[in-house]
């Protein structure tokens, strides 16, 4: 089996450069194919759900360590080009880290790779996911205005962030984490600037300067795990490590917030919207951010009691506020990012307290949330590139445009907020969870409080969208088709939300009756809007109480002052001092 | 017995309905119309010639009606209170899309605040559940019914409750959402007919929902749950009588704010 996870890791990283210089036909076989082996190779191992170890030699060690210098010299480079002091500093703070670190050897020896159940299902996602959004951005890479080899080397760097993905959540080095870790910012960089113009640079150095706090933050995580526990390896550490001091834990804590844009962090997520669609796609849905519940994931059984309790009240507090700001955006995609941000707080909560039950409930908000998001997204690049919409109050009357986009986007928010859908089962799960430990521990009531308004706040925002794609006027639009590839692939997707609902009915996810009661409405529903054309009752237009004005349509916004929005950035500050401070009394 | 109390739901929200107009006009010393006068109002409608503007505004309005009622039928079955209300807020989400499929504006100002209202009260009927939840470690109604009564616990979220009771039901002061003489009934405004009797029979199917969540908190005795509906019932009317409509915000405001401090309190009440 082991040679299967090499193959994940590394088979991506060749065929993105084997693809640099082909031509569009050679390139969009070669992708599906690849994807398909991608996908397969995934599905097989996840089927035969063993453990599987193994480790590099010294050789590849090293090389590691020339490409961590490599990556620090590169961002010092951007700091200094750009003369931007921030990533500057912070290259160099790394710098000076590592090479500290470099300095220290250490006797506890574990497996470089680890591949356990939660590995396996992060593999899913990241090659399945990935996968689609790939062969999506085939046709959607065509519509764009750059060269032809630039075009491949857009579709080169997703294969290689899928490749780096496929190490990031195998690896149980943290040296190596470390490596996946600065690669992924690389990644996102290289895709936000990718259009290469004013704004583009500017949101993509600040992705860069935000993650790399993260990495700081695993150096120092690395940095003392190495002098307190002699380790490096996550299974190590989390056996060694002593309940009253923390800090190598804690600090990994920080880097999953960041990587998860967590407020106060969430400004390099929401400046991603710049690149081309396809790239939030990816990055909300199957790579980079879904590092950080998969990090807490990894690190919540070494959690003392306290520490839990923290990150349970930061990830609530932001899943709650990260919805209420959603509440005043108009921009569409900023929307669904400040959704994808508040969803991941929730996921690193529940994964903090890291019993089989939360990381069950983890694992399915993961899964769910990747594929559902991948969809949204995906209709948000059709609207942009085959109706020229990425306002809100734009998109009036989609429903007498285009019943198919907006029959995607409809079951892309309705699986957010809606059962028999895994992600609205997740948020179930997790509404009773913690209710059970509101029994034990009466300060868990807020977070509850917190996540009760959260979820209404965010089914607000979902419907609040739709009101605007489904109202229909009985003007006739002209006909635009959807290119094939679109629709392909938001099928697929669509396909796998249901199949999702048989797996949850398969594995008792809820109670069959409940399941069975929801997924009736939901198809009754879109059978009846298919079949009942009621051809025999006469149609009038809107009585309206009788006054001609035309209609303009307009939804709600909610202006959210700023002093609001600072006090937010400073409790969610707050907290993290407080999670930092846990690791080290 | 219990498929008989689903199919015959909607007849007893008539009744109920027709009772509380006879009780409203009481209050406001007119005779008022016959307990029966719902069922005359449906039948006089089947009678009117068909309109309608398009199929989504309908279909959705099915789906509420349908959505509604089979969480009537989950509560009547005892299942999982939590996720009873959740079905229950799908009904609501089918009302609101309904009102906004079709291009009316009164429609679409019935549906924006039906979605704040949504919010007002959502949150403070989750409580109500896992308050009963902490209680009896259990979500399930079947057993929250078999306990004695549980309002000396539950007090303040019996209160709370109580609060959002006027919204759900469209009366005085919080039926900002449909808000006759203001913004025409709402989403109701462009049903007619035949179609307008789909929305007012889910108005007595909400009667029913209400009041059957409201019977939890009189647990397995029928004298407790007999008192506790005929007070409630007669102090809803009586405040609908009584208090003038106020604006969405403030609604969503007072109830979340005073709501959801009960419901706290009652809940930190239990921990300690």
């Given at each position: 089996?082991?040679?299967?996870?090499?193959?994940l890791?590394?088979?991506?990283?060749?065929?993105?450069?084997?693809?640099?210089?082909?031509?569009?036909r050679?390139?969009?076989?070669a992708?599906?194919?690849?994807?398909?082996?991608?996908?397969?190779?995934?599905?097989?191992?996840?089927l035969?759900?063993?453990?599987i170890?193994?480790?590099?030699n010294?050789?590849?060690?090293?090389?590691?360590?020339?490409?961590?210098?490599?990556?620090?010299?590169?961002?010092?480079?951007?700091?200094?080009?750009?003369?931007?002091?921030?990533?500057?500093?912070?290259?160099?703070?790394?710098?000076?880290?590592?090479?500290?670190?470099?300095q220290?050897?250490?006797?506890?020896i574990?497996?470089?790779?680890?591949?356990?159940?939660?590995?396996?299902?992060?593999?899913?996602?990241?090659?399945?996911?990935?996968?689609?959004?790939?062969?999506?951005?085939?046709?959607?890479?065509q519509?764009?205005?750059?060269?032809?080899?630039k075009?491949?080397?857009?579709?080169?760097?997703?294969?290689?962030?899928?490749g780096?993905?496929?190490?990031?959540?195998?690896?149980?080095?943290?040296?190596?984490?470390?490596?996946?870790?600065?690669?992924t910012?690389?990644?996102?960089?290289?895709?936000?600037?990718?259009?290469?113009?004013?704004l583009?640079?500017?949101n993509?150095?600040?992705?860069?300067?935000?993650?790399?706090?993260?990495?700081?933050?695993?150096?120092?995580?690395?940095?003392?795990?190495?002098?307190?526990?002699?380790?490096?390896?996550?299974?190590?550490?989390?056996q060694?490590?002593d309940?009253?001091?923390l800090l190598?834990?804690?600090?990994?804590?920080?880097?999953?917030?960041?990587?998860?844009a967590?407020?106060?962090?969430?400004?390099?997520l929401?400046?991603?919207m710049?690149?081309?669609?396809?790239?939030?796609?990816?990055?909300?849905s199957?790579?980079?951010?879904?590092?950080a519940?998969?990090?807490?994931?990894?690190i919540?059984?070494?959690?003392?009691?306290?520490?839990?309790?923290a990150?349970?009240?930061f990830g609530?507090?932001?899943f709650?506020?990260?919805?209420?700001?959603?509440?005043?955006?108009?921009?569409?995609?900023?929307?669904?990012?400040?959704?994808?941000?508040?969803?991941?707080?929730?996921?690193?909560?529940?994964a903090?307290?890291?019993?089989?039950?939360?990381?069950?409930?983890?694992?399915?908000?993961i899964?769910?949330?990747?594929?559902?998001?991948?969809?949204?997204?995906?209709q948000?690049?059709?609207?942009?590139?085959?109706?020229?919409?990425?306002?809100?109050?734009?998109?009036?009357?989609?429903?007498?445009?285009?019943?198919?986009?907006?029959?995607?986007?409809?079951?892309?928010f309705?699986?957010?907020?809606?059962?028999?859908?895994?992600?609205?089962?997740?948020?179930?799960?997790?509404?009773?969870l913690v209710?059970?430990?509101?029994?034990?521990?009466?300060?868990?009531?807020?977070?509850?409080l917190?996540?009760?308004?959260?979820?209404?706040?965010?089914?607000?925002?979902?419907f609040?969208?739709l009101?605007?794609?489904?109202a229909q006027?009985?003007?006739?639009?002209?006909?635009?088709?959807?290119?094939?590839?679109?629709?392909?692939?938001s099928?697929?997707?669509?396909?796998?939300?249901?199949?999702?609902v048989?797996?949850?009915?398969?594995?008792?996810?809820?109670?069959?009756l409940?399941?069975?009661?929801a997924?009736f409405?939901?198809?009754l529903?879109?059978?009846?809007?298919y079949?009942?054309k009621?051809?025999?009752?006469k149609?009038?237009?809107?009585?309206?109480?009788?006054?001609?004005?035309?209609?303009?349509?307009?939804?709600?916004?909610?202006?959210?002052?700023?002093?609001?929005?600072?006090?937010?950035?400073?409790?969610?500050?707050?907290?993290?001092?407080?999670?930092?401070y846990?690791?080290?009394? | 017995?219990?498929?008989?109390?689903?199919?015959?739901?909607?007849?007893?929200?008539?009744?109920?309905?027709?009772?509380?107009r006879?009780?409203?006009a009481?209050?406001?010393?007119?005779?008022?119309?016959?307990?029966?006068?719902?069922?005359?109002?449906?039948y006089?409608?089947?009678?009117?010639e068909?309109?309608?503007?398009?199929?989504?505004?309908?279909?959705?309005?099915i789906?509420?009606?349908?959505?509604?009622?089979?969480?009537?039928g989950?509560?009547?079955?005892?299942?999982?209170?939590?996720?009873?209300?959740?079905?229950?807020?799908?009904?609501?989400?089918?009302?609101?899309?309904?009102?906004?499929?079709?291009?009316?504006?009164?429609?679409?100002?019935?549906?924006?605040r039906?979605?704040?209202?949504?919010?007002?009260?959502?949150?403070?009927?989750?409580?109500?559940?896992?308050?009963?939840?902490?209680?009896?470690?259990?979500?399930?109604?079947?057993?929250?019914?078999?306990?004695v009564?549980?309002?000396p616990?539950?007090?303040?979220?019996?209160?709370?409750?109580?609060?959002?009771?006027?919204?759900?039901?469209?009366?005085s002061p919080?039926d900002?959402?449909?808000?006759?003489?203001?913004?025409?009934?709402?989403?109701?405004?462009?049903?007619?007919?035949?179609?307008?009797?789909?929305l007012?029979?889910?108005?007595?199917?909400?009667?029913i929902?209400?009041?059957?969540?409201?019977?939890?908190?009189?647990?397995?005795s029928?004298?407790?749950?007999?008192?506790?509906?005929?007070?409630?019932?007669?102090?809803?009317n009586?405040i609908?009588?009584?208090?003038a409509?106020?604006?969405?915000?403030h609604l969503?405001k007072i109830t979340?704010?005073?709501?959801?401090?009960?419901?706290?309190l009652n809940?930190?009440?239990?921990?300690?």
């Amino acid at each position: 089996m082991s040679e299967y996870i090499l193959m994940l890791i590394f088979l991506p990283l060749v065929f993105a450069i084997t693809i640099l210089f082909n031509s569009v036909r050679v390139r969009n076989i070669a992708t599906y194919l690849f994807v398909t082996f991608l996908v397969v190779i995934s599905i097989r191992l996840f089927l035969f759900n063993t453990i599987i170890e193994l480790s590099f030699n010294h050789m590849v060690h090293t090389i590691f360590i020339v490409i961590d210098f490599i990556l620090m010299g590169y961002f010092f480079y951007q700091g200094i080009k750009y003369k931007d002091k921030l990533i500057g500093i912070f290259a160099v703070i790394q710098l000076v880290l590592f090479v500290v670190f470099l300095q220290f050897s250490h006797t506890l020896i574990s497996q470089d790779i680890l591949v356990d159940k939660v590995s396996l299902v992060m593999l899913l996602v990241v090659n399945i996911i990935g996968g689609i959004i790939i062969l999506y951005s085939l046709q959607y890479i065509q519509s764009e205005e750059f060269k032809a080899c630039k075009k491949n080397l857009f579709i080169s760097i997703l294969f290689f962030f899928i490749g780096v993905m496929n190490l990031i959540v195998t690896t149980n080095n943290i040296e190596i984490f470390f490596l996946a870790f600065e690669l992924t910012t690389l990644c996102s960089y290289i895709l936000i600037r990718f259009r290469n113009d004013e704004l583009s640079i500017i949101n993509a150095r600040r992705a860069l300067w935000m993650n790399q706090i993260g990495g700081v933050a695993i150096l120092l995580s690395l940095l003392s795990g190495v002098y307190y526990y002699d380790t490096i390896y996550y299974d190590t550490l989390i056996q060694n490590i002593d309940g009253l001091f923390l800090l190598p834990i804690s600090l990994l804590v920080i880097a999953a917030f960041v990587k998860g844009a967590s407020i106060p962090f969430d400004k390099w997520l929401l400046g991603a919207m710049v690149a081309p669609t396809p790239v939030s796609a990816i990055l909300h849905s199957a790579t980079m951010v879904k590092i950080a519940p998969y990090l807490i994931l990894k690190i919540s059984p070494a959690f003392s009691p306290t520490i839990s309790l923290a990150v349970i009240f930061f990830g609530t507090f932001v899943f709650m506020s990260a919805s209420l700001l959603a509440l005043g955006k108009d921009f569409f995609k900023e929307i669904l990012g400040l959704s994808t941000i508040a969803l991941l707080a929730l996921m690193m909560a529940i994964a903090s307290i890291g019993t089989p039950e939360a990381i069950n409930i983890c694992l399915i908000l993961i899964v769910f949330h990747a594929i559902s998001k991948a969809l949204l997204f995906l209709q948000a690049g059709v609207l942009e590139k085959v109706y020229h919409l990425k306002y809100l109050q734009d998109i009036d009357y989609l429903a007498s445009r285009s019943k198919l986009l907006v029959f995607f986007i409809v079951v892309g928010f309705a699986s957010l907020a809606l059962p028999p859908f895994g992600a609205f089962i997740g948020k179930f799960a997790s509404i009773e969870l913690v209710a059970s430990l509101v029994r034990e521990n009466i300060f868990y009531i807020f977070p509850l409080l917190f996540i009760l308004i959260g979820s209404v706040f965010l089914t607000l925002l979902y419907f609040k969208v739709l009101t605007k794609l489904i109202a229909q006027d009985n003007k006739v639009y002209e006909t635009i088709s959807i290119p094939w590839t679109y629709k392909f692939t938001s099928f697929i997707l669509v396909g796998l939300l249901f199949f999702g609902v048989y797996i949850s009915y398969v594995y008792n996810f809820m109670s069959h009756l409940e399941i069975i009661v929801a997924a009736f409405l939901i198809l009754l529903t879109f059978a009846l809007l298919y079949m009942l054309k009621f051809k025999n009752i006469k149609r009038v237009s809107t009585y309206n109480c009788a006054e001609k004005d035309s209609v303009i349509l307009s939804a709600y916004y909610f202006h959210i002052a700023n002093k609001y929005k600072e006090l937010i950035v400073y409790i969610s500050i707050f907290i993290m001092v407080i999670v930092v401070y846990l690791g080290i009394i | 017995m219990e498929y008989l109390l689903i199919l015959l739901a909607p007849i007893f929200g008539g009744l109920i309905y027709g009772m509380e107009r006879v009780v409203r006009a009481r209050m406001q010393n007119r005779v008022g119309p016959p307990i029966l006068q719902p069922f005359y109002d449906m039948y006089k409608l089947f009678g009117k010639e068909p309109f309608m503007i398009n199929n989504y505004h309908i279909v959705f309005a099915i789906m509420h009606l349908m959505t509604l009622w089979v969480a009537v039928g989950l509560v009547i079955f005892g299942a999982n209170l939590l996720y009873v209300i959740f079905i229950h807020l799908l009904s609501s989400i089918f009302l609101v899309l309904a009102g906004y499929s079709v291009n009316s504006v009164y429609s679409h100002i019935g549906s924006n605040r039906e979605l704040l209202s949504i919010v007002a009260y959502e949150p403070i009927l989750i409580f109500v559940a896992v308050g009963f939840y902490i209680l009896n470690s259990s979500f399930d109604i079947d057993i929250i019914r078999s306990q004695v009564s549980q309002v000396p616990q539950l007090v303040l979220l019996f209160l709370a409750f109580l609060l959002i009771i006027p919204i759900k039901l469209k009366k005085s002061p919080f039926d900002a959402t449909e808000a006759h003489q203001e913004i025409v009934g709402g989403v109701e405004v462009e049903f007619s007919g035949v179609f307008f009797e789909i929305l007012y029979m889910a108005k007595w199917i909400e009667y029913i929902f209400i009041y059957s969540i409201l019977l939890l908190f009189a647990g397995d005795s029928f004298l407790y749950g007999g008192l506790i509906f005929l007070s409630v019932f007669f102090l809803v009317n009586l405040i609908d009588n009584s208090t003038a409509r106020i604006k969405i915000e403030h609604l969503v405001k007072i109830t979340l704010f005073i709501g959801l401090s009960l419901s706290v309190l009652n809940l930190v009440m239990l921990g300690v």
